[in-house]
T-cell receptor, first 114, second 113 residues
Framework: DQQVKQNSPSLSVQEGRISILNCDYTNSMFDYFLWYKKYPAEGPTFLISISSIKDKNEDGRFTVFLNKSAKHLSLHIVPSQPGDSAVYFCAAGGSGGSNYKLTFGKGTLLTVNP | DAGITQSPRHKVTETGTPVTLRCHQTENHRYMYWYRQDPGHGLRLIHYSYGVKDTDKGEVSDGYSVSRSKTEDFLLTLESATSSQTSVYFC????????????FGPGTRLLVL
């Protein structure tokens, strides 16, 4: 039972345009969400997070939107840069008693073309 | 960057041999985690620790054991390695657990022949 889903294995965008990465979840007990970026042969790097009490969080070129009623969150990158090319993982935490565990999606490979 | 190191970074071993991976942190964080990353599966939690000598199982704990005798070190042991344990293993840390961001180490690539 996959509680966090990233349905797009890959996404390709042009440099300067917007990248939108999507994530859906099924467990209504999740109360915080994170995005990680991962380059090949490196560990995941924390990018941005959002609490369930908010619907938007912004950090520079990165914005995360949360739609709790739809159990959906998205990461917007504007403008996209070639250095943003990486695998992006969505993660969720706060499911009941085990509220320090994170559940990860399978990841989306973003390619930003010059 | 969080001070997390993993050793070894690469290892090749044979089926049936025991293997121990080490995670070392310099952040004095209470929580430590071991994940594995496989194609088509994302990151899956193996075991975690919420303090010295306090550990618990994650979603894919079969065939693995852990130990934490010091705050800074979290060891993952494959009792008898199998080919299905070929993977990339990541250690992560967080300061207090609930609602906290987890920070990841650089990973250990393990090949079991």
């Amino acid at each position: 039972d996959q509680q966090v889903k990233q349905n797009s294995p890959s996404l390709s965008v042009q440099e300067g345009r917007i990248s939108i990465l999507n994530c859906d979840y099924t467990n209504s007990m999740f109360d915080y969400f994170l995005w990680y970026k991962k380059y090949p042969a490196e560990g995941p790097t924390f990018l941005i997070s959002i609490s369930s009490i908010k619907d938007k969080n912004e950090d520079g070129r990165f914005t995360v939107f949360l739609n709790k009623s739809a159990k959906h969150l998205s990461l917007h990158i504007v403008p996209s840069q070639p250095g943003d090319s990486a695998v992006y993982f969505c993660a969720a935490g706060g499911s009941g008693g085990s509220n320090y565990k994170l559940t990860f999606g399978k990841g989306t490979l973003l390619t930003v073309n010059p | 960057d969080a001070g997390i190191t993993q050793s070894p970074r690469h290892k090749v071993t044979e089926t049936g041999t025991p293997v121990t991976l080490r995670c070392h942190q310099t952040e004095n964080h209470r929580y430590m985690y071991w994940y594995r990353q496989d194609p088509g599966h994302g990151l899956r939690l193996i075991h975690y620790s919420y303090g010295v000598k306090d550990t618990d199982k994650g979603e894919v704990s079969d065939g693995y054991s852990v130990s934490r005798s010091k705050t800074e070190d979290f060891l993952l042991t494959l009792e008898s390695a199998t080919s299905s344990q070929t993977s990339v293993y990541f250690c992560a840390i967080s300061e207090s657990g609930q609602g906290e961001t987890q920070y990841f180490g650089p990973g250990t690539r393990l090949l079991v022949l």
